[in-house]
């Protein structure tokens, strides 16, 4: 896929990895729609975007409700009138003994992690479709492959997330869509408890910019292959 300008929209795009993708796909010439609950980030992302020459428009959204996701799409519509990529990277974790869990932290993950995804995708796809050359991409992680103590929550909505992303790449390639699955291992970003937590300094951390680096060597491929997912690793842990 030539990014050059094409419309992604990208989800959780204030902080770490969604804004690091905001900003990728912006200096490959991608114009970008920014969805997060943080307005003040996500203008300074997107001011960050507008200084590689595209547009980037901004949604202040909760992706636990339906009509703010219906929202965004209509947002990269209305702009653009068209939409070609579509990050589903929004995503948090409360990372705590199944014992101590509640069921607003279990259902707060299930909605953001794994059911804003299905919600923003299916509500994307006749644009996709019609795109004729598009691409999903899911930020899932290694806990969608392993698990962890602590990690009964969050693990299930990853390990849900991968399975959603597999059938929706087997039921949408023949409309011309591809869809990729990122399984990130711990990387350097605020991440934690269900909010922006400082992250130790670690030496030898996965930067968010690896992830876009992987990301668009996959959407760059020519339209007869795809990587549907792929595994990002520190190389000394």
């Given amino acids: ?9 990208v989800t ?3 902080r770490g990895i969604g804004r690091a993708i905001a900003l990728g796909l912006a200096r490959a010439g991608t114009h970008v729609v920014l969805a997060a609950r943080q307005e003040s980030l996500l203008q300074q992302v997107a001011q960050q975007a507008r200084q590689h020459g595209v547009e980037a428009a901004i949604v202040r959204a909760d992706l636990r409700e339906e009509k703010e996701i219906t929202r965004v799409i209509g947002t990269a519509l209305e702009r653009f009138g068209r939409l070609e990529i579509l990050v589903n990277n929004a995503g948090l974790g409360y990372l705590k003994p199944v014992a101590d869990l509640t069921t607003a932290e279990w259902d707060e993950m299930f909605a953001v992690n794994l059911r804003a995804v299905f919600l923003a995708t299916r509500a994307a796809l006749p644009h996709l479709r019609r795109a004729g050359e598009s691409f999903v991409v899911n930020v899932a992680s290694l806990a969608g492959k392993n698990t962890f103590v602590n990690g009964g929550g969050y693990t299930a909505t990853k390990w849900g997330l991968r399975a959603f992303s597999q059938c929706l790449m087997l039921e949408e390639r023949k409309h011309g869509l591809r869809v990729l699955t990122i399984c990130p291992g711990s990387v350097d970003t605020e991440f934690g408890s269900g909010r922006a937590t400082p992250r130790p300094p670690q030496r030898d951390i996965i930067l ?12 760059k491929l020519p339209q007869r292959s795809m990587i549907s997912e792929i595994d990002i690793r520190p190389s000394n842990p």
């Fill in 12 to 14: 959780g795009a204030s």
């Fill in 1 to 9: 896929m030539d990014l050059t300008g094409k419309v992604a929209i």
């Fill in 208 to 219: 968010p910019e690896d992830i876009v680096e992987a990301m668009l060597c996959a959407l």
